[in-house]
């Protein structure tokens, strides 16, 4: 039987077809350009081919192209009942997952990989920041990422892309020295993954390595296409550097041609959360941002996120809509925050909007109790050092000058956040 590079077998009695999913998988699984082109070529060579149509839904899914990730998932599902059970498993779990089944998948996913740890797809889902973990807001969600991650490494052993996997669940609960060890491996192994160069960024950026970390993500996407997946949150990494170094014209740059709404290579998720991040930490830092600038940001995140259901998304939903002075959307996150770290949003919200009216105590006192697990909310903590720094220009601004640089060294330690916010 035809496998994938993982042993895995393949439901397809075509080696074309075989090949060039295997080249799907490979450029997926390292944010690469041609995710696409392979699989059509897959499909061309074998209309039934159950792996492909499962990768084309997971892959439209990433990019919210919700309409074909249904129409894909459906396809496979038309042939799922004859299928073994490893694939019959494997179809069954990102329907639920593209039909918004989450809980019901998860349960699937960690029953199916006790049995096929190897099931790449499959374990990618529960990996990362982005993943069903990720999102999931639960206390203690990053810890939860790393015992599954080490759960899956005997599986995997060398391979390049769980390292990368790995490394990150190791940055995230502030095991560096680990992390550096396991990164250095997986871009040794696989040199040009858009992933593992993500992963190597974050590294620079907890160890507070702002000049080293644009140098090195700069010197490594020069040769990334801009239409690879991580193209745009990469960029975000160097804008953030930029702004860190005093380079605004680089960080405007950047913002203007990497992060712009009009990019459709960029995920919607993606797209809002950077962006609305590097604005208002811009703003943080004391460079002025022009309205117009809030009010795209505000536009994109009610045409792509129009009613809460990610509280990660939500908040920079809210930020947005906050910034742009911008009432009725933010009023409808404030009242209508959904998911597992709804309880999390409102305040956020209520904190953003008392900034932009410049109510500092207000700020301080509707954010404060997020602080104290706001990792339930999703994303980096890189990312969430946003929040770090709303507290900061709030105690900042009440000229709680000490306090402010108390926080920082408590909270974080080792990263570079002396210029994150003006006058800290």
Same mark, same amino acid.
């Given at each position: 039987?035809?496998? $994938? ?27 690469l ?5 392979a699989? $059509?070529r ?7 081919f159950?792996?492909? /149509? ?6 439209a ?8 990730a ?9 042939v ?7 694939? &019959?498993?494997?179809?069954a779990?990102?329907?639920h ?8 998948g998860y ?13 790449t ?24 990422? #790393? ?7 005997p599986a995997?052993?060398d391979?390049? /892309?769980f ?6 669940a ?13 990164i ?16 190597r960024?974050h ?11 644009? $140098? ?8 990334y ?10 960029? /975000?990494?160097?804008?953030l550097?930029?702004?860190?170094m005093?380079?605004?014209d ?11 709404? +009009? ?6 998720l ?9 604005l ?11 309205? &117009?600038? /809030?009010?795209q940001?505000s536009?994109?995140a009610?045409?792509?996120?129009p009613?809460?259901a ?5 908040i920079?939903? &809210?930020?947005?809509?906050a ?24 305040p ?15 700020? +301080?006192a509707a954010? #404060? ?5 706001h ?11 946003? #929040?770090?720094?709303t ?8 000229g ?6 108390r926080l ?8 570079d956040?002396h210029?994150?916010?003006?006058g800290?």
């Amino acid at each position: 039987m035809l496998t $994938d590079p993982y042993g895995n077998p393949l439901h397809t009695e075509s080696a074309q077809a075989a090949d060039a999913y295997n080249v799907a998988l490979y450029v997926y699984l390292d944010a690469l350009p041609g995710v696409e082109d392979a699989l $059509d070529r897959a499909l061309a060579a074998d209309p039934q081919f159950v792996q492909a /149509w499962v990768l084309k839904a997971r892959n439209a899914q990433v990019f919210a192209r919700m309409d074909e990730a249904r129409d894909s998932i459906a396809r496979a599902m038309q042939v799922a009942p004859v299928l073994p059970a490893q694939a &019959a498993a494997h179809v069954a779990i990102f329907d639920h997952l593209i039909h918004g089944r989450a809980a019901q998948g998860y349960a699937m996913i960690r029953a199916h990989l006790l049995d096929y740890p190897r099931d790449t797809l499959v374990a990618q889902s529960v990996l990362g920041v982005f993943s069903l973990i990720g999102f999931s807001g639960q206390p203690g969600r990053e810890a939860a990422h #790393l015992a599954v991650a080490e759960q899956l490494a005997p599986a995997y052993g060398d391979d390049g /892309w769980f390292l990368g996997q790995l490394a990150f669940a190791q940055v995230e609960v502030g095991q560096l020295a680990q992390a550096e060890t396991t990164i250095d491996a997986a871009m040794a192994k696989r040199p040009r993954s858009g992933h593992g160069a993500h992963v190597r960024a974050h590294l620079f950026y907890e160890a507070g390595q702002t000049e080293q970390g644009r $140098d090195y993500l700069s010197r490594w996407m020069a040769e990334y296409a801009r239409t690879g997946l991580m193209h745009g949150h990469n960029a /975000w990494h160097v804008a953030l550097w930029s702004l860190a170094m005093g380079d605004t014209d680089a960080m405007w740059a950047i913002a203007d041609t990497d992060l712009s709404p +009009e990019r459709a290579e960029v995920p919607p998720l993606n797209l809002l959360t950077d962006l609305a991040s590097l604005l208002w930490r811009a703003e943080m830092a004391g460079v002025t941002v022009p309205p &117009a600038r /809030w009010a795209q940001v505000s536009d994109y995140a009610a045409r792509c996120f129009p009613s809460p259901a990610l509280g990660f998304a939500d908040i920079h939903a &809210a930020l947005a809509h906050a910034m742009a002075g911008r009432d009725e959307p933010l009023i409808r996150i404030l009242e209508g925050a959904a998911g597992p770290s709804a309880d999390l949003v409102a305040p956020c919200a209520r904190a953003f909007r008392a900034m932009a009216a410049q109510d500092w105590a207000g700020a +301080e006192a509707a954010i #404060l109790p997020v602080m104290a697990d706001h990792a339930r909310l999703g994303g980096s903590r890189a990312q969430r050092d946003l #929040l770090e720094y709303t507290l900061m220009s709030a105690l900042m601004r009440q000229g709680k000058t000490d306090e402010a640089r108390r926080l920082g060294i408590i909270r974080r330690p080792l990263t570079d956040h002396h210029h994150a916010v003006a006058g800290l």
